[in-house]
Each structure stands twice: as structure tokens, then as C-alpha cells.
């Protein structure tokens, strides 16, 4: 659809287009061109349908990982776009890093010792939470980060979890593919209410997590 040659993209325009129900990506890291998406069938995660595996659980109680929220954005940005492929150039780095300044994109952060080795970061409108992308550089990383996430996102008051796709990685964890259609129902009603991502200086322990998810699954 349109590009960077085109039409200037700020921040206040890429929440535009979340509000529609699109999302912006570029074909490489290298690319200039940024184009809009909108799948025929979306990937979200149930707030209400998160699976703790048996594996993950040992993982939570391990206690080797620590997690934070909103501390190193940026960071975890890079850490998703340090991959061979990625479709997060430049123009879209900087984008997010904008939305971030202005209290519309967050993100979780997974920690081992002093080392950053997983997080996710996506836009927060509404009650919704566009989950933008994921890293790992330590075993589970990224879904002790969506563990976390997912339990701040339903405490804060959060109603919608788009994930964009469906990975076999999501599908574990209870990530499910819905119709268009859909998803733009459910987008309007979450866009309808209020939800705040609120700063975390007391982060839940993995017995609260755990014990609240199987509350709610």
C-alpha cells in the first residue's frame, strides 16, 4: 500500500493504522520502503488461554530468569531485529523508539544475571496490545517474557493480545488463528475501553503468575 516515498510515516500515523486494523513491515532491514498489512486471518493470544506447560512451569520456578518491564526498550527492539532476517529497517526502529517516547509502545524484558536474553515489545491502544515482535537468546526466553506479558496485559485491564501471525512457537503457548472479520470485532470493542500499561516496580512472582493463569485458563 503506501511507502515511505509516498507519504511521510510518523508515529501518530502507524496508530492510525493499528486503529484500522493494519501493521506496518518492511521486506529487509536494508529496504526503504515500509508497506501496511492486513492478513486474512490473524494470530492473537487469549489473555484468558495462556498455556503454562509443564516445562515452562519448572522453567518459571527455576527462578534463573529475571524479568522487567519498559527499562530498556530500545534494547529489545535490537535484540528482535538481530536475527539474519527481519523486516525492522531503520525507519521502522526509529518509529517505535518514537511510539515508546510518547507512552504508546512498551515493553517486557527477560534477564539473566546483568545479560538481556529475551523480550517483546508491541503498541498499546485502547485495551488492545499489538505485539510487535520477540527475541531469545537463553532457553525459553521468550516465553517466560510472554508469561509475564501476558499476565500484566489481563491485571491492567487489557482485552486484546495481537500477535500478527501464527507460529508453531505461539501455538504452544495457546495462540490461535481467527478470520479477518474477526479480529476487526474484537479491535473495535477493544478500542472502545480504557487500559493503562502501568510501570511495574513490583514484578509478580512466578507462584502469583502461575497460580492467577490457572485461575483464568
Known amino acids: 500500500m503506501s511507502n515511505q516515498d509516498e507519504i511521510e510515516l510518523t508515529p501518530d500515523l502507524l496508530l492510525q493504522g493499528y486503529r484500522a486494523g493494519v501493521f506496518p513491515m518492511s521486506e529487509t532491514r536494508d529496504s526503504e520502503d515500509v508497506f501496511w498489512v492486513d492478513p486474512r486471518f490473524r494470530g492473537i493470544l487469549p489473555l484468558d488461554g495462556f498455556h503454562i506447560s509443564r516445562s515452562l512451569r519448572k522453567r518459571l520456578l527455576r527462578g534463573n530468569y529475571r524479568v522487567s518491564f519498559n527499562t530498556c526498550f530500545a534494547d529489545v527492539v535490537r ?3 538481530n536475527r539474519d532476517e527481519t523486516w525492522i529497517n531503520a525507519t521502522i526502529f526509529d518509529l517505535y523508539k518514537a ?5 504508546d509502545a512498551a ?3 527477560v534477564w539473566q544475571n ?3 536474553v529475551g523480550g517483546v515489545y508491541g503498541v498499546t491502544i485502547g485495551s488492545a496490545f499489538f505485539g510487535e515482535s ?11 517474557a510472554l508469561a509475564y506479558l501476558t499476565d500484566k496485559l489481563r491485571t491492567d485491564g487489557f482485552t486484546l493480545f495481537d500477535t500478527q501471525f501464527i507460529t508453531d512457537h505461539l501455538a504452544s503457548l495457546g495462540g490461535i488463528e481467527i478470520p479477518r472479520s474477526a479480529y476487526h470485532a474484537l ?3 477493544a478500542l472502545q475501553q480504557t487500559a493503562e500499561f502501568t510501570p511495574s516496580a513490583q514484578i509478580a512472582s ?5 497460580q492467577r ?4 485458563s
Do not use: Y
Not at 206 to 210: C, E, G, K, P, S
Open 79 to 81: 535484540g528482535c531485529a
Open 99 to 103: 511510539l515508546h517516547d510518547q507512552g
Open 107 to 109: 515493553s517486557c524484558e
Open 114 to 116: 546483568d545479560a538481556l
Open 134 to 144: 520477540m527475541f531469545s537468546t537463553a532457553t525459553d526466553a521468550s516465553k517466560v
Open 187 to 189: 479491535l473495535r470493542d
Open 206 to 210: 512466578a507462584q502469583d503468575l502461575i
Open 213 to 216: 493463569n490457572t485461575q483464568t
